[in-house]
């Protein structure tokens, strides 16, 4: 992990009347260039060996330029010429999964929220600590996967955008899809509704709801197209598919936006809330966007699967706004309450409260 010394030592050397937001191309740039445009910041996108000409149909979204990359991993020894462009990273999932957490924490370059998070997020044993420690109720955990005894969701650690997670009933289900080469862990699978809520902490603002530092914002609610698994369920045939050589994919293939029942307002908030003020107790506080990945029950019961402690590509059908967002800014996105809060840190003097 990158000294937070080191990172206040490159922001004594930066222009900070030219900083430039810098992500990887692709997942939510698009937004997030678009935010930082906006916000009147300069706009740098990271590319490896990527064919950037749909950029062009898109020129609110296009980067002010761009940096090519042989490899994710090349960023290690290039950070002069990042810093040398006054450069403040913002992670998403896609740039997190191709650096890997380990060498993005070793990045040299400031970025854009916690970087100790990603120890908490990509590990289960302890996402699931942090969840459960906050009160936040998630599916029960089968050890022994010869135990399994009813459907079962197997999840290999890391943010794969849904590949390779499957669906088992029993212990030769497990062992005909299981990737032994990787981590994993069994959940219970559980019936209902699957939610993904978009919120923001801000450390900095004290206008809204509340925290005991800093502010709590819920921009924007998704659901998730994934691949071929729900047309398989509507079909009622995944077994004979299964005999005939398909297997239901969670890969996340689009996003469709959500407005859930105003009465589950208040329990989405205080589960935010827990979980943000649990993070600052663990390790110092997750900041900026995150998304927890629920199931919401007949019974209105909320369970949360998994938490992403960066923007996620479920916040793409809300450039322009949410129903949600519209309420506290009309037209806000995510990237854009992301440059938002880079800029107002920079005029207050507060960027180490939002950067590692």
């Known amino acids: 992990m990158v000294p937070r010394e080191r990172i206040q030592k490159i922001l004594e050397s930066y222009d900070r009347n030219k900083l430039t937001i810098a992500t990887a191309c692709s997942h939510t740039s698009l937004q997030i260039f678009d935010g930082a445009r906006k916000e009147g910041l300069k706009t740098l996108g990271i590319t490896v060996g990527q064919n950037t000409k749909f950029y062009d149909a898109f020129p609110k979204g296009k980067p002010d330029e761009f940096f090519k990359v042989k490899s994710y991993l090349d960023l ?4 002069d010429e990042l810093l040398a462009r006054n450069v403040i990273i913002v992670p998403h999932g896609s740039f997190v999964e ?38 936040i109720e998630m599916p029960n955990r089968i050890e022994d996967p010869k135990m399994i005894d009813r459907p079962v969701l197997v999840k290999y650690d890391g943010a794969k955008g849904g590949r390779g997670f499957f669906i088992a009933k029993d212990y030769p289900d497990f062992k005909l899809g299981i990737d032994h080469t990787q981590r994993f862990t069994i959940q219970e699978y559980i019936l209902g509704t699957r939610y993904y809520i978009h919120y923001f902490y801000s ?82 506080g997750m900041i900026g966007p995150f998304c927890i990945e629920s199931i919401v029950t007949d019974d209105l019961n909320i369970k949360v699967f998994e938490i992403s402690s960066r923007i996620v590509a479920g916040t793409n059908p809300f450039i322009s706004g949410s129903p949600y967002a519209d309420l506290i800014e009309p037209g806000l996105s995510t990237g854009r309450r992301i440059a938002q809060e880079l800029k107002l840190a920079n005029e207050k003097d507060m960027l180490m409260e939002v950067l590692s």
């Open 76 to 79: 290690l020894d290039m950070k």
């Open 98 to 135: 191709y650096m890997t957490p380990r060498n993005f924490e070793e990045l040299e370059v400031p970025t854009f929220g916690n970087r100790r998070v990603l120890e908490w997020e990509s590990n289960r044993e302890m996402e699931r600590e942090w969840l459960t420690s906050a009160g």
């Open 203 to 284: 450390p900095i603002r004290s206008e809204g709801y509340k925290l005991k530092k800093g502010i709590l914002e819920m921009l924007s609610v998704d659901r998730r197209d994934e691949s071929n698994v729900d047309e398989m369920y509507k079909l009622g045939a995944q077994e004979e598919l299964k005999k005939l050589g398909f297997y239901p994919s969670f890969v996340v293939t689009g996003n469709i936006p959500v407005v859930v029942r105003e009465s589950l307002l208040p329990k989405l908030l205080d589960m935010g809330e827990r979980i943000i003020e649990r993070s600052i107790e663990l390790f110092g």
